[in-house]
């Protein structure tokens, strides 16, 4: 990821506040790259899910397009998540990072459990979002702690 190497590469060289400047570059770029997908998933899920299989399985191409809308609009939640991710990893700051990536992780399984029972795929589809929420909520509170930034550390 390459906000991890330019974070490792600034932490290197004693300027935390280019990391903070290339996080909010990064979450501008990652912000217009989700605005085409998200619209061609969310608005066009159907052909865009026809580029892959035929409408002989209608219930497969249902499904699909289902999981499309109920995900795409959640890809700017991720997105934040990937970017302070990717600031966490590239400091070091590890614990923060799989505490934030298992707890998504673990939440998505269980929530996707939960709800398969009454909701079907539908429930599990909606355990994705769920765990995006929690899992970029934590990344992002980590990311601003500035648990990632050791001359914020060393200040402590």
């Given at each position: 990821n390459?906000?991890?190497?330019f974070t490792a590469?600034?932490i290197?060289?004693g ?5 903070r400047?290339?996080f909010r570059a ?10 085409p997908?998200?619209?061609a998933?969310f608005?066009?899920g ?11 399985s209608?219930s497969a191409?249902?499904?699909?397009v289902e999981?499309?809308?109920i995900v ?5 939640i991720i997105?934040?998540k990937l970017?302070?991710d990717?600031?966490?990893?590239g400091a ?10 298992f ?7 269980a ?5 398969a029972?009454?909701?079907g795929t539908t429930?599990?589809w909606?355990s994705?979002?769920?765990?995006w929420?929690?899992?970029t909520?934590l ?11 050791p ?6």
């Amino acid at each position: 990821n390459g906000i991890s190497n330019f974070t490792a590469q600034n932490i290197g060289a004693g300027l935390p506040d280019r990391v903070r400047e290339g996080f909010r570059a990064g979450l501008k770029l990652a912000i217009a790259v989700c605005i085409p997908f998200f619209a061609a998933f969310f608005l066009f899920g159907k052909q865009m899910t026809l580029l892959f299989m035929d409408e002989s399985s209608i219930s497969a191409l249902n499904t699909g397009v289902e999981f499309l809308k109920i995900v795409t609009p959640f890809y700017f939640i991720i997105s934040i998540k990937l970017i302070a991710d990717g600031v966490l990893r590239g400091a070091g700051a590890m614990v923060q990072f799989m505490v934030s990536t298992f707890s998504d992780l673990i939440l998505r399984v269980a929530i996707s459990f939960l709800l398969a029972i009454p909701l079907g795929t539908t429930g599990i589809w909606m355990s994705w979002p769920i765990g995006w929420v929690l899992g970029t909520g934590l990344s992002y509170c980590f990311y601003r702690s500035g648990c990632w930034n050791p001359l914020k550390i060393k200040q402590n």
